[in-house]
């Protein structure tokens, strides 16, 4: 009830204010005020109240962290930017050069992102022991995931898959794309030539497989949208919300925004360093088209998307629940609602994909500048301090395992589930934010 009320109360104030922000006359610097008022202070994950400078190791805070670093790299003079992520990163290093990750688990990686750029412009300062720490670190993660995290096995379709975490064996969900692939492209483009020609170009294939293998199991040509998972194991008991049969055997039942998010914005990052000559990066311009496709067809008018691509704000969930093992779980009947943290992955991702020539401006940047319109219109409020707040994001989400079966994949979860609450100035929403802002502001 409390989440219903809360989106209410937002569709309320974005109804009032939206008329208001549409002149808005410094937009051009909107990245820097999010990074400045926001990002370098305090942010949500996952509920929980975070400070960049003391926020611990995960995607959350990395995320944050990598925009703020984008914004540097793009506003060079702002060198505060570029130090409050270097002492982040010092933090969870603690003078070492490897962070503490769990095994097999996809999320746990992508915060090393940031350690390209770290270690780069330690060493050109001649601050050698500090860019060595972040390299190594950077390829101990990246060795992490090639070398040692699970993957679906011959057996099973989709062989050679990043499982998503441990605990979802053979599983790959969309989020995963941006977590590992990405960070491993990144690596690649940094330091792939050091191990040779051929196993770099063994690298590039291992990195365009696991995109190739989640677009063939979760796309869906009618509706042009992925799901949001898919096992290649449904009769496992981890796997109990996929599909027992039919054409998309696997998959979880909806498509989710932020899991879509994820996914466009790691394509457009590794086809952003990708060799332009490998075999599979026409292959990847063709999947990000596809998606890109798809996405532009569910737009709402204001520019934004919803929660649940597939349906507008008449959706509510059925005010029954889901019923698993004789019991009851994820019972409201809350709306959908217009989502924060995906709209603004996708129109990072739209902008990035035009600037790269993998997308075509003349069909999408009407889209992407519809989009950044809406995020400013929809979500951005600024107070009579100058403090800025970035509402209506979805905390979290995710599929199972056993021991949670309350995360079904349902519409009813995704809108009633009782971690998948709206919150504001989440921090997978602040740094999609920031990027499609550097985005927008590069055209200017």
Wanted: hydrophobic fraction near 35%; charged fraction near 25%; proline fraction near 3%.
């Amino acid at each position: 009830m409390k989440q219903y009320l809360y989106i209410l109360l937002s569709a309320s104030i974005l109804s009032s204010c939206s008329g208001a922000l549409k002149g808005v006359k410094s937009k051009s610097s909107y990245s820097q005020k999010m990074v400045e008022n926001r990002a370098m202070k305090t942010f949500n994950t996952n509920r929980n109240e975070q400070q960049l400078a003391k926020a611990h190791w995960d995607y959350v805070p990395g995320l944050v962290a990598y925009s703020i670093l984008k914004a540097w790299e793009q506003y060079p003079e702002k060198e505060e930017y570029y130090n409050i992520v270097k002492t982040y990163a010092d933090h969870c290093l603690k003078g070492l050069d490897t962070v503490h990750v769990k095994e097999s688990n996809i999320d746990d990686l992508a915060a090393g992102k940031i350690l390209f750029a770290l270690a780069k412009e330690e060493e050109r300062k001649g601050n050698t022991a500090d860019a060595k720490r972040y390299k190594d670190c950077a390829t101990f993660l990246r060795n992490k995931l090639k070398f040692q995290h699970s993957r679906i096995g011959n057996s099973l379709p989709g062989a050679g898959g990043f499982f998503h975490k441990g605990i979802y064996p053979n599983q790959m969900w969309l989020d995963g794309l941006y977590m590992g692939p990405a960070l491993y492209a990144g690596w690649q483009d940094a330091y792939g030539k050091e191990e040779g020609d051929d196993a770099n170009l063994k690298s590039w294939d291992d990195i365009a497989h696991q995109f190739k293998t989640i677009h063939r199991f979760t796309y869906d040509q009618d509706k042009q949208l992925n799901y949001h998972a898919w096992s290649a194991d449904p009769s496992d008991e981890n796997s109990f919300w996929a599909s027992k049969t039919g054409p998309f055997k696997g998959c979880s039942p909806e498509f989710w925004g932020r899991g879509m998010g994820w996914y466009f914005a790691a394509l457009v990052d590794v086809l952003e360093v990708m060799p332009k000559d490998h075999a599979d990066y026409k292959n990847l311009s063709n999947i990000v088209n596809q998606v890109a496709a798809g996405l532009a067809k569910y737009q709402d008018k204001s520019g934004s998307w919803y929660q649940l691509l597939q349906y507008d704000a008449s959706k509510k969930a059925d005010g029954k629940g889901d019923e698993v093992a004789g019991d009851i779980y994820n019972k409201c009947d809350n709306a959908n609602y217009l989502e924060s943290s995906a709209s603004a992955m996708f129109t990072y991702a739209y902008f990035k994909g035009i600037r790269l020539g993998v997308l075509d401006g003349s069909t999408y940047l009407p889209v992407a500048d519809k989009a950044y319109n809406g995020l400013l219109s929809n979500f951005i409020r600024e107070g009579e301090n100058g403090e800025i707040n970035i509402l209506q994001s979805c905390a979290s989400a995710g599929l199972g395992p056993l021991k949670d079966i309350s995360r079904t994949g349902t519409a009813n979860y995704y809108l009633c589930g009782k971690d998948v609450t709206v919150t504001q100035n989440e921090g997978k929403a602040i740094g999609p934010f920031i990027l499609a802002s550097l985005e927008f502001e590069r055209r200017k």
